[in-house]
């Protein structure tokens, strides 16, 4: 009989270990990159969600602007506190008036 030659080779234990090690670092290193992933997904929603109040703020407060400034209320305050009335034909607006810089000093 001949001897077989060892085709069924023996992995040595210290090849085993190095392999077990890469693979738990690749396997640690994808589980944190998922883990990363979820928690800016988390960070960015939350993001979203104050630019969307920050939206509805600024919505609310332009349209308080323009309450506060519109020609009727205006109106009435000049009307109630400094007596002031407006009358339509009151503005002529073909009369231009020219101003130099010395004037305006």
Known sequence: MSKK???NKKISIFYFLIMLIMTSI???IYINNIIEVNRLAVENNALK???KNNVQ??????TVA???SSF??????ATERYD???KENSVDENN????????LK
């Not at 231009?96 to 004037?103: D, E, G, R, V, Y």
């Open 96 to 103: 231009t008036i020219i101003l130099s810089k010395s004037q």
């Open 72 to 77: 009727e209320r205006i109106k009435s305050i």
């Open 66 to 68: 323009e309450q506060l």
């Open 49 to 51: 969600e104050e630019i």
């Open 26 to 28: 690749i396997v640690v």
């Open 57 to 62: 703020v600024n919505d609310q407060l332009r």
């Open 84 to 86: 002031l009335s407006y």
């Open 5 to 7: 030659t060892n085709s």
